[in-house]
């Protein structure tokens, strides 16, 4: 085998193989690998970001709706708040509206009844004061005409007559 | 004429420029020149796409190189861990050394330097120190823990260092032999057919021709399972200095 | 590159163990006949060396081997710990 039998290229293919090689290695390291491991790296970063820019967007979307949900839950319950607060209060309303109407009812009938007593009162102290008055009267023109029977009694028809139609005047 | 009809004639090498140095003939001979041209081809592929300017979309060439550097960093990161970084250059250039002397020897006509076995063995030797000094510099005294497996008895200790000795020593040989063995045996191969298809009648030799077109395809595959294997394990015994069992 | 750590460490196991024995005898027999000639007491030390040498290569195999059932294992449990 020539590889063995021929000695004399061992030194020159050990010295180029050598020199080539530390060459190639020194190329490589400084002009041919940066590039493309930086390459590499630029892209296992951006996907990396991209995933966790992705995760947290999504996270977002969901804190939001769960925000969104929650409001959406408080609306909710303050309109359902509202309408039984409004239904109570008119409620009450009505009630009370109804109480007030029916305590003045009361208090009308009370006030009439009142007055009605009142002026029956009045009317009877009035007939009273008339009758005292009529009997006064009455017994001054007998007392005045002093007289004879006849006169008398014209005279007292004349003042009942009198009184009365007085008194009808005035009903 | 006997050895012309060789078919490891081929394997011989002639001066084409005389360099003689001190004695020592640096003379430069088909084997060199055709490593020169594989690597400036690798050189030519990695200055093509830095010129064009890496992009974050690759290009057809721009995703086979980053594929094979991703390979190898996975190739260093496993063997050797994390602090493996470091080695990156020397083993990415390695690969593309060994390879690219490979393959450019499947050209018809050219050379393969790596069927050499004083080549391969210097990687190895050069790899092997590599270890050693690695392991000195990063373990000290401790690094001849090494030939002393863990869990052996006191009394095995005088069989167990010069047993681990010897394997350590087979790391090199192994390494630089099974590269040479497998560059020499394909190229051996291609010859034998070649020539038995130039010298028998025409109606047979297409057949031993399309055997060589065959084993030429053979051959890219085991030019870059060599390469691979060759980086692999310069990994693995870096690996094993730096982690000691 | 999770999924070529089986792969990464496959190729090296295969490439590790033939050539690797073969050279671990070589080794061997080579350092005896080496001793044997400095201390001129053939053939003892060869038949020593090749001993310790396949002894090496053994060793290697039997170690390399118990690392990949090591590993499988391993990875056996890794699966069944993250599909339970």
């Known amino acids: 085998m020539p590889q063995f039998e021929q000695v004399s290229v061992f030194s020159s293919l050990i010295f180029w193989s050598v020199i080539s090689f530390v060459a190639l290695l020194f190329l490589l390291k400084k002009f041919a690998f940066p590039p493309i491991l930086e390459i590499l790296d630029a892209r296992e970063k951006k996907i990396r970001d991209d995933i966790e820019g992705a995760e947290k967007i999504n996270q977002d979307a969901e804190k939001l709706k769960a925000d969104f949900d929650r409001q959406l839950k408080t609306a909710h319950e303050k309109a359902n708040d509202i309408i039984q607060l409004a239904h109570d209060s008119s409620k009450k309303e009505t009630e009370k509206s109804l109480q007030d109407t029916q305590g003045k009812v009361r208090q009308m009938i009370k006030e009439a009844e009142h007055e009605i007593q009142a002026s029956r009162n009045k009317l009877l102290s009035e007939i009273r004061s008339y009758t005292a008055a009529l009997t006064i009267a009455s017994t001054e023109r007998i007392l005045k005409k002093a007289m004879d029977e006849k006169e008398q009694k014209r005279v007292v028809d004349e003042t009942i007559e009198e009184v009365i139609q007085e008194l009808e005047k005035r009903a | 004429m006997a050895e012309k009809e060789s078919p490891l004639h081929h394997f011989e090498l002639h001066p084409i420029v005389d360099i003689h140095l001190g004695g020592l003939d640096l003379s430069i001979n088909k084997a060199v020149i055709a490593m020169w041209i594989g690597m400036a081809v690798v050189y030519g592929l990695f200055m093509l796409v830095g010129k064009k300017g890496t992009s974050m979309i690759p290009g057809k060439l721009q995703s086979m190189l980053e594929m094979s550097l991703e390979f190898i960093k996975g190739m260093v990161k496993e063997f050797i861990g994390d602090e493996g970084m470091k080695y990156f250059n020397f083993v990415g250039t390695l690969f593309f050394f060994i390879l690219c002397c490979n393959l450019i020897g499947l050209i018809p006509g050219s050379y393969t330097i790596t069927s050499q076995l004083v080549v391969t063995g210097t990687f190895a030797v050069i790899i092997f120190v590599m270890t050693l000094i690695i392991g000195i510099s990063k373990h000290g005294g401790h690094f001849f823990s090494i030939l002393v497996p863990p869990g052996v008895p006191k009394i095995m200790i005088p069989v167990m260092v010069p047993i681990e000795i010897i394997s350590m020593l087979a790391r090199p040989i192994s390494l630089s032999v099974r590269l040479f063995a497998n560059m020499t045996a394909g190229h051996t191969v291609l010859a034998v057919l070649f020539g038995l298809g130039l010298s028998a009648p025409m109606w047979i030799g297409w057949l031993p021709l399309g055997f060589t077109v065959i084993i030429n395809g053979l051959e890219i595959a085991i030019a870059v399972i060599q390469a691979y294997i060759f980086t692999t394990l310069t990994c693995v015994y870096i690996g094993d200095v730096i982690k000691l069992h | ?84």
Do not use: K
């Open chain 3, 1 to 84: 590159m999770g999924q070529d750590n089986g792969f990464h460490q496959g190729m090296g196991f295969a490439a590790r163990l033939g050539t690797e024995m073969v050279a671990a005898t070589l080794i061997g027999a080579g350092m005896g006949y080496a001793l044997d000639w400095l201390f001129g007491t053939r053939p003892w030390f060869l038949a020593l060396g090749v001993i310790f040498g396949g002894a090496a290569g053994c060793l290697g195999v039997y170690r390399t081997a118990m690392q990949t059932i090591n590993e499988n294992n391993e990875n056996d449990n890794n699966e069944t710990d993250s599909n339970p």
